[in-house]
């Protein structure tokens, strides 16, 4: 069955460190995968997108994602933590040419980040 | 450009009394509509999705339905609502497969 596993449930890291958020899939075939950020009562904001080609691709707000089909996995960096960047995290999924229209979504990452 | 609305923004209502939720997008036509529940400290559970007018598809067997009226509206209802109705309600869009959805800003129901 197709999947999206977000393995931390919650992250905490300190103002100017990197930080890397994790998120494998399972697909029979190549999937497409996306990101996406939630602030505390509000909707969730598309961070970046991978359908296919390069496999490094950046968003907004500074963040970039990476594309290992050999570990099956699609994890989410940045470089520098701002303040701002405390929300919930969410990958999700999909297969090209399946049989519904659906993304499956992982169960999200909270980061929380420490001055 | 594309706007996707929802309304109410907050709601609270008894137990056993009815829901209408309604999602509307701007700037598009013939999207897919999804509706999505967050219950507290949980991620987002899949409750119907649309492809076209008056074509619905349930993921979850509950007391709550949908309906597309319009090109551009879903609907969330229900009848009779339960305690466990409580939650974080989105409703998003996409153009089609394999694009990207887009979220509404939420309504947040609490049923007392």
């Known amino acids: 069955a197709q999947s999206v596993t977000q393995p931390d449930i919650h992250i905490t890291v300190s103002e100017g460190a990197s930080l890397e958020l994790r998120c494998n899939y399972s697909y029979g075939a190549t999937p497409y995968l996306f990101w996406y950020v939630q602030s505390p009562g509000q909707g969730l904001q598309l961070l970046l997108k991978?359908?296919?080609?390069?496999?490094l691709v950046q968003g907004i707000k500074g963040f970039e994602a990476e594309f290992k089909r050999s570990q099956s996995s699609f994890n989410l960096r940045k470089p520098s933590v701002h303040w701002s960047d405390a929300a919930e995290y969410f990958c999700?999924?999909?297969?090209?040419?399946?049989?519904?229209?659906?993304?499956?979504f992982g169960t999200g990452t909270l980061l929380a980040v420490q001055p | 450009s594309q706007t996707i609305h929802q309304w109410p923004a907050t709601l609270v209502q008894p137990v056993g009394s009815p829901l209408s939720l309604e999602c509307t997008v701007e700037?598009?036509?013939?999207?897919?509509l999804y509706w999505y529940r967050q219950a507290a400290g949980r991620g987002l559970q899949l409750l119907f999705y649309?492809?076209?007018?008056?074509?619905i598809s349930s993921e979850v067997p509950q007391n709550l339905s949908a309906s597309r009226p319009q090109d551009r509206q879903f609907i969330l209802s229900s009848k009779k609502l339960l305690l466990s109705d409580s939650g974080f309600y989105l409703c998003a869009w996409r153009p089609g497969d394999p694009y990207e959805q887009y979220f509404g800003p939420g309504t947040r129901l609490t049923v007392t």
């Open positions: 649309s492809v076209g007018i008056g074509q």
């Open positions: 991978y359908f296919s080609g390069d496999t």
């Open positions: 700037g598009t036509s013939n999207p897919n």
């Open positions: 999700a999924g999909g297969r090209y040419g399946g049989a519904t229209n659906k993304l499956i």
